[in-house]
């Protein structure tokens, strides 16, 4: 079965660095898109970032475009998040999300499987 | 970007009652909407995509509905475990794929 294992979350000061690592296993990781996508202690969800399957096409939201990298190992069926310049406002529980793929294959751009999240917590 | 809206923000029904929950769209996504469903220390769980299509293993009860700026996810007879939170979401202009700010279901 499909599950996404997210590790990495913890707390960290304003202006530090955390790397999110999220495990892939029960699908083809290779073949899919991937996106992160965070929600705040009671808040609604956000996306953040996405990756193509061959990590050749990127795109951030403007909320951490110049502070935040993905990337992904397909080899090692993984995905990360590197988080740089972290704010108070970026504390959130942060989930890797798969990319829905139709019948025909077509990447959908809605979200399939989460794993169970992994909490930031930005704070002095 | 693309601003979803949804109503109620609260919805207080009892078990077997027909929910109708509504997301509106700033401008037009086409049926390009998602619905999803999130329990308490939960991920969320899609359920709706591409407007009206199931996802894989949803119960019948769920239905989508709507095209261009208004959507409606329609629970047909409130089960026990639909209690939750659910958000919409817009593939229309991706990215950001954005999402709504949620519908809570609770009980009556």
């Known amino acids: 079965q499909v599950q996404l294992v997210e590790s990495g979350g913890g707390l960290v000061k304003p202006g530090g660095s955390l790397r999110l690592s999220c495990a892939a296993s029960g699908f083809t990781f290779s073949d899919y898109y991937m996106s992160w996508i965070r929600q705040a202690p009671g808040k609604g969800l956000e996306w953040v970032s996405y990756?193509?399957?061959?990590?050749?096409?990127?795109y951030y939201a403007d909320s951490v475009k110049g502070r935040f990298t993905i990337s992904r190992d397909n080899a090692k069926n993984s995905l990360y998040l590197q988080m740089n310049s972290l704010r108070a406002e970026d504390t959130a529980v942060y989930y890797c999300?798969?990319?829905?793929?139709?019948?025909?294959?077509?990447?959908?751009?809605?979200?399939?499987?989460w794993g169970q999240g992994t909490l930031v917590t930005v704070s002095s | 970007e693309i601003v979803l809206t949804q109503s109620p923000a609260t919805l207080s029904l009892s078990p077997g009652e027909r929910a109708t929950l509504s997301c509106r769209a700033s401008?037009?996504?086409?049926?390009?909407l998602a619905w999803y469903q999130q329990k308490p220390g939960q991920a969320p769980r899609l359920l709706i995509y591409?407007?009206?299509n199931r996802a894989t293993g949803i119960p019948a009860r769920f239905s989508g509905s709507g095209s261009g700026t208004d959507f409606t996810l329609t629970i047909s007879s409130l089960e026990p475990e639909d209690f939750a939170v659910y958000y919409c979401?817009?593939?229309?202009?991706?990215?950001?794929?954005?999402f709504g700010p949620g519908t809570k279901v609770d009980i009556k």
């Open positions: 401008q037009s996504v086409s049926s390009y």
């Open positions: 979401q817009q593939r229309s202009n991706w990215p950001p794929g954005t």
């Open positions: 999300a798969r990319d829905l793929r139709d019948s025909s294959g077509y990447y959908l751009d809605y979200f399939d499987y």
């Open positions: 591409d407007a009206s």
């Open positions: 990756i193509s399957s061959s990590g050749s096409t990127i």
